[in-house]
């Protein structure tokens, strides 16, 4: 597609753009934590990285109480969702009588309500290009209230960009998850075990990549290699490029 042919969106969806739209979230509004019951909530990489340091527990002792790893919609790699209370309102497990405890550190789906997030990554030029949707629960009465808003002063408010950011590199790794690159060894075969690892159980990659000293088998220069040994972010990140190395070829480390 060229940036002077128009763009198709499902119907009913039109992409914001620069107007404005009317929301407001807070504690006196008669829906306050409707929206964290009774819900599926995907958890992407980051999401997990910032909650388990907010809980100040690892990411695998995270993913058995907090977390159920479920098929998604792609054919070829698990997907990991918020295991919400056991009661009959299906609760999310940060919630209390005040609303979020993790509000810091709440998952990007948490953030990004009211609006909607595609990203074209076929456009002219191989620039991805964003797209905002307003979207709406029937109980949500946020949208009754007056406050407006650009896209771009949501995004900012919400602390949105870097998540996007951590969560568009996640989508690179699950478009290559979803081409079947396991070579054979079929779905839970090793290689994919130790993907799901490098995604979603940070801290298990950091053992493993110590026991098997993998960063001196790269070329890495001092700062960043400093980074990956003290940084989940930084390690999350040499994961992706790890695996992208393995599993496609492409050079994204260079090897010693
Ligand atoms: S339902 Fe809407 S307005 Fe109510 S708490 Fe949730 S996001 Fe806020
Ligand atoms: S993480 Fe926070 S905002 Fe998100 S569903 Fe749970 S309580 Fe609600």
Redesign the pocket.
């Known amino acids: 597609m060229t940036n002077n042919q128009k763009k198709q969106f499902p119907e009913g969806m039109t992409p914001l753009g620069k107007s404005k739209f009317t ?4 504690p006196d ?8 019951r009774k819900l599926d909530l995907f958890l992407y990489p980051y999401d997990i990285l910032k909650l388990k340091k907010r809980l100040g527990i690892t990411s695998d002792v995270f993913l058995e109480r907090h977390a159920g790893v479920v098929k998604g919609l792609n054919p070829h790699f698990p997907s990991v969702m918020l295991q919400m209370a056991a009661n009959e309102e299906r609760t999310c497990p940060f919630l209390d009588a005040n609303g979020c405890t993790v509000y810091e550190d709440r998952p990007s789906s948490c953030r990004m ?2 609006l909607e997030r595609a990203v074209d990554r076929t456009s002219a030029g191989n620039r991805p290009e964003e797209f905002y949707f307003l979207t709406s ?1 029937p ?5 009754e ?1 007056d406050k407006e808003w650009t896209v771009k002063e949501w995004v900012r408010d919400q602390n949105l960009l870097y998540y996007n950011a951590m969560d568009d590199l996640w989508t690179e790794m699950d478009t290559i998850f979803s081409k079947n690159p396991w070579q054979g060894e079929g779905h839970a075969g090793p290689m994919q075990r130790l993907a799901f690892m490098a995604c979603y159980n940070i801290d298990g990659f950091r053992e493993y990549v110590n026991t098997h000293d993998l960063l001196s088998r790269f070329r890495l220069d001092k700062a960043r290699k400093r980074d990956i040994k003290t940084d989940d972010e930084a390690l999350l990140k040499f994961g992706y490029d790890w695996l992208k190395l393995v599993l496609t070829g492409n050079p994204t480390l260079q090897a010693k």
Do not use: L, N
């Open positions: 929301f407001s979230c807070h509004i008669s829906c306050f934590t409707h929206c964290c309500y009211p629960h109980y949500c009465k946020g949208h209230e």
